[in-house]
């Protein structure tokens, strides 16, 4: 899995979901319930990953939906 998106908004982690869902896309969500461990503060940011062969394709739809300032670099060094 490579990470496409991070953000510590729950509302764009949200938004990327649905996005990548529509475009059938698998994906996962990294550190999504950090919260129990922060105490709900937003500290940690939250990762969305994708399958290395679907990460081009993912970070096009993601950015094609507004996302680009949230979206990683190169798939592999982050933003």
Do not use: C, K
Not at 11 to 26: C, Y
Not at 42 to 50: C, D, E, H, N, S
Not at 57 to 75: C, I, S
């Amino acid at each position: 899995m490579q990470e496409v998106l991070r953000s510590y908004d729950f509302v764009i982690i949200s938004f990327a979901q649905a996005v990548l869902r529509n475009a059938g896309i698998d994906y996962f969500v990294a550190d999504l319930h950090m919260s129990a461990v922060e105490g709900s503060i937003g500290a940690f940011p939250r990762r969305v990953q994708v399958a290395a062969e679907d990460w081009a394709l993912a970070r096009r739809v993601l950015g094609d939906a507004g996302l680009q300032t949230w979206l990683m670099g190169d798939g592999a060094s982050g933003p």
